[in-house]
């Protein structure tokens, strides 16, 4: 992605906390017993077709609808290499997207198995999770531990829902030391879903990119970051085993529980270039944690 064709801000898009519907303000008491009036995040039902066949209804922000239709779609294998989407459309009386393709799609056998994952709103991952993983092939592109450090400084600064109201998840696609897309959503699946199907609509290559997440990197997020072809998955979060061991198997860099001069990889430790002197590194800014949270 060319420095010349990003917006002043840095992002291509980033979080809009003011964009109407996407919180609402609520008055309760606090532990004082005072009133308090917070924002707090919307919820809404969002139903995903492919073509005539209903697929999927997931509760999300309502924010980039096709995008999320689209990245999900991809992800689950859905939509494969070489089909042509014709378009996408939304109605929003109606709260559902189409994506419509020029033929016949797998969607007949994926529906026939599903699993519930451990993505927060309830992801739910049709067919096998790891097919397809056997002929993923990442790029061996290098990261800099400095462009960690900017990166989780840049990212972690910026303006989005969960500075204003808490109980969100973000992704950010990232090269180099610039976040380029920043989405929210109440599930972290759905997050990564709508950078998916952005890659998707605007052809984006996968090639020197980096998945940052404010989730866990748990194995749902893994097979998603391999299928999206990225080499690289960094989060402030922890990890879970499985996770751990799909990232391994596929040769994805796992970095977790990145906070201030820390960080741990887990796996694809060769992609690490230690550019930068952790005890040079600014400790954490309490600017970083959401507004009322405790220092």
Not at 29 to 39: C, P, R
Not at 203 to 215: D, Q, R, V
Not at 257 to 281: H, K, N, T, W, Y
Request: proline share 5%; glycine share 10%; hydrophobic share 40%.
């Amino acid at each position: 992605m060319p420095r010349s064709t990003l917006p002043a801000s840095g992002y291509l898009i980033a979080p809009n906390p003011a964009a109407p519907g996407l919180t609402r303000a609520v008055t309760g008491t606090d532990h004082n017993g005072q009133a308090q009036t917070i924002n707090v995040v919307e919820e809404r039902p969002l139903t995903i077709f492919l073509n005539a066949q209903e697929i999927v209804t997931a509760m999300t922000i309502g924010d980039y609808p096709e995008y999320l239709a689209l990245g999900f779609l991809r992800n689950q294998g859905m939509l494969q290499d070489g089909e042509t989407v014709l378009r996408v459309d939304y109605d929003d009386d109606l709260e559902t997207v189409v994506v419509r393709t020029d033929g016949q799609t797998t969607y007949e056998d994926k529906l026939r198995k599903k699993t519930r994952t451990s993505g927060c709103a309830v992801g739910t991952v049709f067919g096998d999770m790891m097919e397809g993983l056997e002929g993923v092939q990442l790029p061996g592109s290098q990261v800099k531990t400095s462009d960690l450090y900017a990166l989780a400084h840049l990212i972690t600064l910026t303006p989005s829902l969960y500075l204003e109201a808490g109980a969100i998840h973000g992704t950010v696609l990232c090269e180099g030391a610039q976040p380029l897309v920043y989405m929210e959503d109440v599930g972290r699946h759905n997050a990564v879903d709508k950078i998916a199907g952005w890659m998707l609509s605007e052809n984006i290559s996968a090639e020197g990119k980096l998945l940052y997440t404010t989730g866990r990197l748990t194995s749902e997020m893994v097979i998603k970051t391999a299928l999206m072809g990225i080499p690289v998955l960094a989060s402030r979060s922890g990890f879970t085993a499985w996770g751990v061991e799909i990232a391994q198997q596929v040769g994805l860099t796992l970095i977790g529980r990145m906070r201030g001069q820390r960080f741990i990889c887990l796996s694809g430790e060769e992609r690490l270039v230690r550019d930068a002197d952790p005890a040079a590194v600014p400790a954490e800014s309490p600017k970083h944690r959401r507004k009322g949270a405790p220092e």
